[in-house]
T-cell receptor, first 114, second 114 residues
């Protein structure tokens, strides 16, 4: 059973602070990792993807991957109220029979308060 | 750019009724997926397809059927609706199973079984 676990929420941070979202996965063959943002009543929206160990930065977002520890995280700097949403961690498994399938974590609700 | 289009957006069914959730994409993607998302949870894979005529079960296929007669369309069929199938259903697609290709999501169908 391939599992993806996210840190339990909800997470509440003040405006301007750094929000840290964490995700662990069980399948060591996993190759690609995605963070989706989902506003209430909307569909998931891709915000970050990462494939190699280390950090990847895009604007206020930084994804961190540590395959040895089977851990991926998302940091949001200078958090804004508009960042308030559910963040979903998704893992794509490697191998020819994965067919691009994703396994999602349960999501972490982030609230940024003014 | 239409992307992934799902219809209907909302539907209420009575127990035992049947219906088809429609999904169409205009990106010539081979890989398509159906997910369900229960309140406060992540997405769970119901069925997926790797091309016209080829489908396979995901994590939670019971009570559902799919077909893929064309590259563009991937309908999901509920034969005997049950209250446990009350959920939000998302269709997604991707062009290849390569690790760095994200999935693109439709806007979802909110289904209530009463």
């Amino acid at each position: 059973q391939k599992e993806v676990e996210q840190n339990s929420g909800p997470l509440s941070v003040p405006e301007g602070a750094i929000a840290s979202l964490n995700c662990t996965y069980s399948d060591r063959g996993s190759q690609s990792f995605f963070w989706y943002r989902q506003y209430s009543g909307k569909s998931p929206e891709l915000i970050m993807s990462i494939y190699s160990n280390g950090d990847k930065e895009d604007g206020r977002f930084t994804a961190q991957l540590n395959k040895a520890s089977q851990y991926v995280s998302l940091l949001i700097r200078d958090s804004q109220p508009s960042d308030s949403a559910t963040y979903l961690c998704a893992v794509r498994h490697g191998g020819g029979t994965s067919y691009g399938k994703l396994t999602f974590g349960q999501g972490t609700i982030l609230t940024v308060h003014p | 750019n239409a992307g992934v289009t799902q219809t209907p957006k909302f539907r209420i069914l009575k127990i035992g009724q049947s219906m088809t959730l429609q999904c169409a994409q205009d990106m010539n993607h081979n890989y398509m997926y159906w997910y369900r998302q229960d309140p406060g949870m992540g997405l769970k894979l119901i069925y997926y397809s790797v091309g016209a005529g080829i489908t396979d079960k995901g994590e939670v296929p019971n009570g559902y059927n799919v077909s893929r007669s064309t590259t563009e369309d991937f309908p999901l069929r509920l034969e005997l609706a049950a209250p446990s199938q009350t959920s939000v259903y998302f269709c997604a697609s991707t062009g290849t199973a390569d690790s760095n290709q994200p999935q693109h999501f439709g806007d979802g169908t909110r289904l209530s079984i009463l």
